[in-house]
C-alpha cells in the first residue's frame, strides 16, 4: 500500500515558478515508478511527467518540455516537480501517481493517487 500527499501548489504570477512534492508512505517507494497529472476546470486529467523508480527515464507532455522537471529523492522518499515559466493555462489541479511499471504511470491508470493541490497562475 502506497499513500502519497502532494503539497507546494499555491498562486504564482505568468513567468513564475512553483515546485511541487508528494511525499510518499511505504518502505518500497524505490521500486515504484513516479508521475505527476493535472487537471483544469472542464477538462480531462492529463499527463504531465513521469519518471522511472531509478530516475533513468522521464517522459514529459509536450506542453511543458524545456519549462518543468521531475526528479525523485528515494531516501526521502519524495518527488518533485520543478514548473518554471508558467503560464495561464498550466493552471490545474496537480495530482502525483505510483505504479510498479512506468506506462500504467504514463497511462494514467496506476495503482495509486494523491488527493491533488491547486495551482493558479495568474495573468
Known amino acids: 500500500q502506497v499513500q502519497l500527499v502532494e503539497s507546494g501548489g499555491g498562486l504564482v504570477q505568468a513567468g513564475g515558478s512553483l515546485r511541487l512534492s508528494c511525499a510518499a508512505s511505504g518502505r518500497t517507494f524505490g521500486s515504484y515508478a513516479m508521475g505527476w497529472f493535472r487537471q483544469a476546470p472542464g477538462k480531462e486529467r492529463e499527463f504531465v511527467a513521469a519518471?522511472?523508480?531509478?530516475?533513468?527515464?522521464?517522459d514529459y507532455a509536450d506542453s511543458v518540455k524545456g519549462r518543468f522537471t521531475i526528479s525523485r529523492d528515494n531516501a526521502k522518499n519524495t518527488v518533485y516537480l520543478q514548473m518554471n515559466s508558467l503560464k495561464p493555462e498550466d493552471t490545474a489541479v496537480y495530482y502525483c501517481n505510483a505504479d510498479r511499471i512506468l506506462g500504467t504511470v504514463v497511462a494514467g491508470t496506476p495503482g495509486y493517487w494523491g488527493q491533488g493541490t491547486q495551482v493558479t497562475v495568474s495573468s
Open positions: 519518471i522511472s523508480w531509478s530516475g533513468g527515464r522521464i
